[in-house]
């Protein structure tokens, strides 16, 4: 929905404090059933929403709202109205700053969808934040108060890590959270890695990885006040000694923490012994495939397939959940590597895998190479919608026989037989992680049409 110039909201000059709502878009159920995809109440305190509002300036009257869980009030008393979104939520997020737009209020809009689709988000906002927020939205919300707000706001320098507020948890609703909730935090920002299918370093900036300085991130976790901490980052070692200088800060918390790192990192017994010493409870790691060949073609050749055995073996001696993520339908893949997958996750009673059907995502290699090979399907739906899809041409197999693998997969790792054989019966806090993420990944797998596997988180 497009509207004129002319049209925008006027100045907020006059309000001694402008109201901003924030709002983290849901997904569509389907193509078919465009209704939000809501769950009853979420298994981590994330990080986005209190983030954001921590970004407005001390003079704005915050509130946020989590779309996966409440709708919006459309006649909520609010100046300006921020959403962000990803691909998955966009069409949704459109939805909703469309009908808040219809009202006459100021929509800004933002997130990781924008770093490709900045000017499609323009078509349905006054304003357009693209890259990282830190100094952008702030200014974003002055321009609009003192009415000279400009279409998109870019950011083409590094955002510093240093020196970051903290979030406002104050504004979350506790009830829209399990009991056991850990909080969110942010650690580190981009990856250090180039992997042929992630977008991550794009998404980011492509500025590389930074890390906070150990001692922000201590403090953070003191005001947060959980015992548990989930560490926002697709790397959480990108420096290694000034991890393990993290990892020495948080022993005195006593908290118990979760993160996902590379696989390689787990054969380092000093570092391990560090990180289980500092609270580790659960690893979640990209092996992606258990064929070597699959990795190099990933530019993931650092992944040694033949030192799975060694890094499962120093995890089940130190008592740390873990968790494996593949990528399926390389073009190395033919139909074989589906049951040799499971044989493997069996044969070693792997705590809990995610199983995921390879995208070419814009930014990536492989989005360059498929695309000039005409292998991609559909490219304006891709990662619109939530489920397992296939947006390529595999070279081995049909899309929708991927489609099914990796759905069979999903059913038949997280079964009851299946999870009844791999876990033992809980009695430590790691062992009670593992069966956490196999009871909601069972979820995902029976409905894996309108689910992705961190659905619920």
């Known amino acids: ?35 939000p995809l809501r769950i009853r109440k979420r298994r981590l305190v994330g990080a986005v929403l209190p983030y954001l509002a921590a970004l407005a300036p001390s003079d704005w009257e915050v509130s946020v709202l989590d779309d996966e869980i409440d709708e919006p009030d459309y006649n909520v008393a ?30 800004l809009l933002g997130g990781p969808h924008a770093t490709f689709h900045s000017d499609e988000m323009a078509e349905h906002a006054d304003a357009v934040c693209v890259g990282e927020g830190e100094d952008i939205f702030p200014r974003m919300l002055e321009d609009a108060a003192a ?25 979350l609703n506790p009830k829209h959270y399990v009991f056991y909730k850990p909080f969110v935090i942010q650690q580190s920002r981009g990856c250090p890695y ?13 500025f590389g990885y930074r890390d906070r300085p150990a001692e922000e991130v201590v403090e953070e976790i003191k005001r947060c006040g959980g015992r548990h ?28 923490w979760s993160a996902l790192f590379s696989p390689r990192f787990v054969l380092d017994a000093k570092f391990l012994d560090l990180a289980k010493r500092s609270g580790l409870l659960h690893i979640n790691m990209g092996i992606e495939s258990i064929s070597q060949d699959t990795l190099q073609s990933m530019h993931k050749g650092f992944n040694k397939s033949n030192s799975y055995d060694d890094m499962i073996r120093n995890l089940n001696e130190r008592n740390i959940s873990y968790s494996f993520n593949f990528v399926l339908g390389s073009d190395g893949d033919d139909d074989s590597v589906f049951a040799a997958t499971l044989e493997f996750l069996q044969r070693h009673n792997v705590p809990a895998a995610y ?28 990662e619109r919608w939530a489920g397992v899809k296939c947006h390529f041409l595999p070279t ?62």
Request: proline share 5%; hydrophobic share 40%; glycine share 4%.
């Open 1 to 35: 929905m497009s509207r004129p110039a002319n049209s925008c909201s006027p100045a907020l000059a006059g309000d001694p404090m402008p109201k901003l709502l924030i709002i983290q878009a849901a997904a569509y159920r389907s193509r078919e059933d465009k209704r």
């Open 396 to 457: 081995r197999m049909t899309g929708d026989e991927l489609v099914t693998q990796v759905k069979m997969m999903q059913r038949s790792f997280y079964s009851l037989p299946s999870i009844l054989r791999r876990l033992r019966l809980p009695r430590t806090q790691a062992d009670l992680a593992s069966w956490s993420i196999n009871l909601s990944q069972r979820r995902v797998a029976l409905n894996s049409d309108t689910m992705n596997e961190f659905s619920e988180y």
């Open 78 to 107: 609010a100046d300006v109205v921020a959403i962000t979104m990803r691909t998955v939520t966009s069409l949704r997020a459109y939805e909703v700053a469309d009908r808040f737009r219809a009202r006459g209020l100021i929509v």
């Open 355 to 382: 199983f995921n059907v390879m995208v070419p995502l814009r930014g990536t290699p492989l989005y360059d190479r498929m695309k000039q090979e005409g292998r991609i399907i559909d490219e304006a739906n891709m």
């Open 147 to 171: 009415g000279r707000l400009e279409k998109f706001y870019r950011r083409d320098t590094v955002a510093s890590m240093k020196g970051i507020p903290t979030p406002r948890w104050d504004l």
């Open 229 to 256: 901490v989930f560490f926002a980052a697709s790397q959480f070692v990108g420096h290694k000694p000034r991890t393990m200088e993290l990892l020495e800060a948080l022993i005195p918390l006593r908290i118990r």
């Open 194 to 206: 180039s992997c042929d299918f992630c977008a991550e370093r794009r998404l980011n900036g492509d």
